[in-house]
């Protein structure tokens, strides 16, 4: 499978994703390219030292979002990609764009969704005073961090965190959850049945 992870940023999930590539955790998939909003994203030097092919979209130079998405379906089918990845890509897809892909396009939300949705999932948990917060890898739809999730995993916001310190626990999740999943959707073992995702692990031979 060709693999396109989206980015507006750091990129450290992309980052992950390059180094779970290259320890082999999915053979037959490969990251052949990535998409930035923004020309500045410190994703595109780790793509450019990763040697994945770069494309990048600057909303303001379209006449409208419909053109910008279809800026982004053009490459996406030149490049011939299965898999798109969504890794702090800041920007919302149009719902053409997200019907054509569903079943295809990922996001990774940096709390327990349906809990914290939005551009600022840790720091509205560690404001909120919850003391749980979380990652959730989720197939993407029409609706801002919605749809059948895949995979979640709890993080606790202890009493001497902050901000900071809650981020990067969240990060640390976020690292090895987000390859674990695009491994198993490259495995094909993803299967959205209505609202919920079913994971077929392979049976024991035992
Ligand atoms: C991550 O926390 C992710 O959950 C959110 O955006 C952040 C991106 O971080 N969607 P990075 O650019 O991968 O470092």
Same mark, same amino acid.
């Given at each position: 499978?060709?693999?396109?992870?989206?980015?507006?940023?750091?990129?450290?999930?992309?980052?992950?994703?390059?180094?779970?590539?290259?320890?082999?955790?999915?053979?037959k998939?490969?990251?052949?390219?990535?998409?930035?909003?923004?020309?500045?994203?410190?994703?595109?030097k780790?793509?450019e030292?990763?040697?994945?092919?770069?494309?990048?979209?600057?909303?303001?130079?379209?006449?409208? +979002?419909?053109?910008? #998405?279809e800026?982004? %379906?053009k490459?996406? !089918?030149?490049?011939? @990609? &299965?898999?798109?990845v969504l890794?702090?890509?800041?920007?919302?897809?149009?719902?053409?764009?997200?019907?054509?892909?569903?079943?295809?396009?990922?996001?990774?939300?940096?709390?327990?969704?349906?809990?914290?949705?939005g551009?600022?999932g840790?720091?509205d948990?560690?404001?909120?005073g919850?003391?749980?917060?979380?990652?959730?890898?989720?197939?993407? +739809?029409k609706?801002l #961090?919605?749809g059948p %999730?895949i995979s979640? !995993?709890?993080?606790? @916001? &202890?009493?001497?965190?902050?901000?900071d310190?809650?981020?990067?626990?969240?990060?640390?999740?976020e690292h090895?959850l987000?390859?674990?999943?695009?491994?198993?959707?490259?495995?094909?073992?993803?299967?959205?049945?209505?609202?919920?995702?079913?994971?077929?692990r392979?049976?024991?031979?035992?």
């Amino acid at each position: 499978m060709n693999i396109a992870v989206l980015v507006s940023g750091n990129g450290s999930n992309l980052q992950a994703l390059i180094d779970a590539e290259k320890r082999g955790e999915f053979p037959k998939s490969k990251i052949t390219l990535v998409i930035s909003d923004n020309p500045d994203a410190h994703a595109l030097k780790r793509a450019e030292k990763a040697g994945i092919d770069r494309f990048v979209v600057i909303a303001k130079n379209f006449a409208s +979002t419909e053109a910008f #998405d279809e800026a982004i %379906i053009k490459k996406i !089918e030149e490049k011939k @990609i &299965d898999l798109l990845v969504l890794a702090g890509f800041m920007r919302i897809l149009g719902d053409k764009f997200v019907d054509k892909y569903y079943g295809r396009m990922l996001n990774i939300h940096p709390a327990l969704l349906p809990a914290f949705k939005g551009a600022h999932g840790v720091r509205d948990a560690f404001e909120s005073g919850a003391r749980t917060t979380g990652v959730t890898v989720h197939f993407v +739809t029409k609706e801002l #961090d919605s749809g059948p %999730i895949i995979s979640q !995993e709890s993080v606790n @916001i &202890d009493h001497g965190d902050t901000i900071d310190s809650l981020e990067k626990k969240i990060h640390a999740v976020e690292h090895r959850l987000y390859p674990e999943v695009v491994r198993l959707f490259c495995e094909e073992k993803l299967k959205i049945e209505g609202e919920k995702v079913k994971i077929c692990r392979r049976k024991s031979k035992i």
